[in-house]
């Protein structure tokens, strides 16, 4: 089955960096568009970031653009994302997820998501 | 950017109850939308996709609706395991990809 474990997660002083980790089994990884997703305590979800199969392709939301960069390693099964210059915005919880495959179409929704890696950052 | 409103904040009910949730677009978005519902401490977990085709192994129970800027969840009949929070995405002018705010279903 599709299993998603992110990793990398915990405190970080503001204008510090972390890279977040997601290790990817169960599927075929390298030809899958992935995304992250994140979630600010108490709060709504909020898309952060995608990268193509073939990590070719990268969008960013506007409030992480330029800090903030996605990528892969299809060899390793495992999706990255590299944060600079952190915030206290950007405390939440990270998730991992797949883009949407069904009746042999590809969709930019969420289909399968990790359990998800607190970032909290604070002095 | 496309905006996502979901009404109302808060439904309360009891379970067998029918329960109607609502998104709006900003802009029409076409049939370009999902469902997600999400328990504490869970990942979401999607429910529906182009406004009305259920995902693989969601209970007949829960149907959506609508195009163009009005959206509808319907949940027929409450379970027990479906007091959650749920949330819309759209996908048709993106990016950003964006989500509604989210509607609580709580136990009245």
């Known amino acids: 089955q599709v299993q998603l474990v992110e990793s990398g997660g915990g405190v970080v002083q503001p204008g510090r960096s972390l890279r977040l980790s997601c290790a990817a089994s169960g599927f075929a990884f390298s030809s899958y568009a992935m995304h992250w997703v994140r979630q600010a305590p108490g709060k709504g979800l909020e898309w952060v970031a995608v990268?193509?199969?073939?990590?070719?392709?990268?969008y960013y939301a506007g409030s992480v653009k330029g800090r903030f960069t996605i990528s892969r390693d299809n060899s390793r099964n495992t999706l990255y994302l590299q944060m600079n210059s952190l915030g206290t915005v950007d405390t939440a919880v990270y998730y991992c997820?797949?883009?949407?495959?069904?009746?042999?179409?590809?969709?930019?929704?969420?289909?399968?998501w990790g359990q998800g890696t607190l970032v909290t950052v604070s002095s | 950017e496309i905006v996502l409103t979901q009404s109302p904040a808060t439904l309360s009910l009891s379970p067998g109850e029918r329960a109607t949730l609502s998104c709006r677009a900003s802009q029409s978005i076409s049939n370009y939308l999902a469902w997600y519902q999400q328990k504490p401490g869970q990942a979401p977990r999607l429910l529906i996709y182009?406004?009305?085709t259920r995902a693989t192994g969601i209970p007949a129970r829960f149907s959506g609706s609508g195009s163009g800027t009005d959206f509808t969840l319907t949940i027929s009949s409450l379970e027990p395991e479906d007091f959650a929070i749920y949330y819309c995405?759209?996908?048709?002018?993106?990016?950003?990809?964006?989500f509604g705010g989210g509607t609580k279903v709580e136990i009245k």
């Open positions: 997820a797949t883009e949407h495959r069904e009746d042999h179409e590809a969709r930019p929704y969420f289909q399968h």
């Open positions: 182009d406004a009305s």
């Open positions: 995405q759209q996908r048709s002018n993106w990016p950003p990809l964006t």
């Open positions: 990268i193509s199969y073939d990590g070719n392709s990268k």
